[in-house]
């Protein structure tokens, strides 16, 4: 009895001792999609402006810049509550659900009758951007084992800059022959299909189970991951997930992390906030009077700036594994303060060339 008693093992350890079996595969995969469509939706928006402000007579330093700046900060709010939410209510459950306010915001915008209607949707699909990500990355990683979880978690972060490639092909295809309604037609029905699949195949975190007391929870979600699991050998502790991350949280502003914390957070802020004003606002300015690029020619540069993102990531991940973060991310930023300062000299020029500039940058 002392035996069996000795092999018992917790949440974490049966699944990190398990090999990475097919469902956690499609686990993954359809996790990813769902990212990847998120990431999607956030350029898809942007190659509507264009049309918005020859149709309606939007203006882009009123009505423009409104959308931009409430979605963005719409998305900030969506990733706060839907964190929150998660420890509450269950990772799936808020991602099916902020994956929902995705799907019908972004369809429903095509509905609009006017500028308002439309700001209003935009709105309900920004907050289920925001909280797309950070609960989908929250499912993953409590899914998959810890030897693969950081090669899925970077792979998932690039699914974001690949559905912005995918966006702006499908805007480049769409718009010229059936309209800007049709594309947000198109990308609300992607994530639906998506969501829907999720909430047939991808169980719910054991973890959570296991926070909420729900023993029979753990079981089936084990049993989901891996058939093969001997529910038998496994232990359940009784966790307090909101007193957990609380004390997470205090300690990251706690000394000796709270500059490092504060700096850091910082950063991202402003990074994402550069990239999201960037990914919006480029399909307007490209199609300016100058340069006058096409929707199919602004489409194929945002494409372009998108993969070109994404392979650096990958990059950047050979680099930082063998170099400090520090001197990688202060080489980042001086590139990239010189292909920025290349950008502003080339407002005036060809397709070809701010093609390459921009995928440069």
């Given at each position: 009895m002392s035996n069996r008693t000795d092999q018992r093992q917790n949440i974490s350890e049966i699944i990190d001792a398990s090999p990475l079996t097919g469902r956690q595969w499609l686990f993954f995969g359809l996790i990813f999609s769902l990212i990847l469509a998120d990431g999607m939706d956030t350029t898809i928006i942007s190659h509507t402006f264009p049309s918005l402000v020859s149709q309606w007579?939007?203006?882009i330093g009123g009505g423009i810049s409104l959308v931009v700046t409430a979605s963005f900060l719409a998305m900030g709010v969506g990733a706060l509550i839907?964190?929150?939410?998660?420890?509450?209510?269950?990772?799936?459950?808020?991602l099916i659900a902020a994956a929902i306010f995705v799907s019908a915001g972004?369809?429903?915008?095509?509905?609009?009758?006017?500028?308002?209607?439309?700001?209003?949707?935009?709105?309900?699909?920004?907050?289920?951007?925001?909280?797309?990500m950070p609960v989908a990355l929250t499912l993953l990683t409590e899914l998959v084992p810890a030897k693969r979880r950081a090669a899925m978690l970077t792979a998932s972060f690039a699914g974001t800059g690949i559905g912005s490639a995918v966006g702006a092909a499908l805007a480049g295809v769409l718009i010229p022959t059936f309209g800007w309604q049709t594309l947000l037609y198109v990308g609300g029905a992607i994530p639906l299909v998506i969501t829907i699949l999720i909430?047939?195949?991808?169980?719910?975190?054991?973890?959570?189970?296991?926070?909420?007391?729900?023993?029979?929870g753990?079981?089936?979600?084990?049993?989901?991951?891996?058939?093969?699991?001997?529910?038998n050998l496994l232990e359940l502790p009784v966790v307090d997930s909101?007193?957990?991350?609380?004390?997470?949280?205090?300690?990251?502003?706690k000394a000796?992390?709270?500059?490092?914390?504060?700096?850091?957070?910082?950063?991202?802020?402003?990074?994402?906030?550069?990239?999201?004003?960037?990914?919006?606002?480029?399909?307007l300015l490209l199609q300016l009077p100058v340069p006058g690029m096409t929707t199919v020619q602004s489409s194929n540069i945002v494409a372009s700036y998108a993969l070109a993102g994404v392979l650096s990531t990958l990059i950047l991940s050979l680099f930082l594994a063998r170099w400090h973060y520090f001197p990688v991310i202060g080489l980042c930023l001086g590139l990239g303060a010189i292909v920025a300062f290349a950008v502003s000299l080339s407002h005036n020029a060809s397709y070809s060339t701010l093609f390459i500039v921009m995928t440069a940058a």
């Open positions: 007579g939007v203006s839907a964190g929150r939410l998660g420890d509450r209510w269950g990772r799936k459950a808020v972004t369809a429903l915008g095509g509905t609009a009758p006017d500028f308002y209607m439309f700001m209003i949707w935009r709105l309900v699909a920004s907050l289920g951007i925001g909280g797309v909430w047939a195949i991808v169980p719910e975190s054991p973890l959570f189970f296991a926070s909420v007391g729900s023993l029979d753990v079981r089936n979600s084990m049993k989901s991951i891996n058939p093969r699991t001997n529910i909101s007193t957990s991350s609380r004390g997470a949280m205090h300690k990251l502003f000796p992390l709270r500059a490092r914390t504060i700096l850091i957070t910082s950063f991202a802020f402003l990074a994402l906030s550069t990239q999201v004003v960037i990914v919006q606002y480029l399909p």
